[in-house]
């Protein structure tokens, strides 16, 4: 069983504001991952990290910054949330470099 | 970039009905993924395939990494109402590749 958490696990927010989408493992992962899904769409990979103070940019362009200075815990943050931000955020971490991945919940993000 | 070729899109069936979903790519892939999500969660992973034409099963689930390794696929057998849901196929290119997902298949199914 996998153990990554996200938190919030929904999150309202009006547009300008900052926000922190925290993810946490305790499987002690090299590798993490955030992810954005519409919902019932495909996942976009926006942010990974190889391991601590190693961060790259994913396939689809995101306007989020991550930070990785723990190994159990990698943050994404926003910091002026749009309503183009709206979206579902999706943490996973992966024991070697790709291979199995496992999810979090996700958080579901509404900008209004 | 490199793309998987997930269908069908969405089915909709009877419950007891067999069910069948593919993967397909023009690249070679290392390891073949199968997970799926409910509305609302992260996805959760089904069955994972690492040599060209192994089968593997989990309960009434079967997957099989075709013999080429540029395509999988993922049959459900008497399918009940808990498995509505999304599958997604996942492949990894070489040993330390990301992975990469299909766009999903949206199973619907009627009492």
């Known amino acids: 069983e996998a153990d990554i958490y996200q938190t919030p696990r929904y999150l309202v927010i009006g547009t300008g504001k900052k926000i922190t989408l925290e993810c946490s493992q305790t499987?002690?992962?090299?590798?993490m991952y955030w992810y954005q899904q519409d919902p019932g769409m495909e996942l976009h990979l926006i942010h990974y990290?190889?391991?601590?103070?190693?961060?790259e940019k994913g396939d689809l362009s995101s306007e989020s910054t991550v930070s990785r200075i723990r190994t159990e815990h990698f943050p994404l943050t926003l910091e002026s949330a749009r309503p183009s931000h709206t979206s579902q955020y999706l943490c996973?971490?992966?024991?070697?470099?790709?291979?199995?991945?496992?999810f979090g919940q996700g958080t579901r993000l509404t900008v209004v | 970039g490199q793309q998987l070729n997930q269908s069908p899109q969405s089915m909709f069936i009877q419950e007891g009905e067999d069910v069948s979903m593919n993967c397909t790519s023009s690249?070679?892939?290392?390891?073949w993924l199968w997970y799926k999500q409910e509305p609302g969660e992260g996805p959760v992973l089904l069955i994972a395939?690492?040599?060209?034409?192994e089968l593997t099963s989990n309960g009434r689930l079967t997957a099989q990494f075709g013999i080429t390794r540029k395509d999988s696929f993922l049959n459900i057998s008497a399918s009940i109402p808990s498995d509505v849901g999304i599958y997604f196929c996942?492949?990894?290119?070489?040993?330390?590749?990301?992975?990469?997902f299909g766009k999903g298949t949206k199973l619907s199914v009627k009492p």
């Open positions: 499987m002690g992962h090299d590798k």
């Open positions: 395939l690492y040599k060209a034409g």
């Open positions: 990290s190889y391991g601590v103070n190693s961060t």
């Open positions: 996973a971490s992966s024991r070697d470099r790709g291979g199995v991945a496992f």
């Open positions: 996942a492949g990894q290119l070489g040993s330390q590749g990301n992975l990469i």
């Open positions: 690249s070679i892939f290392n390891t």
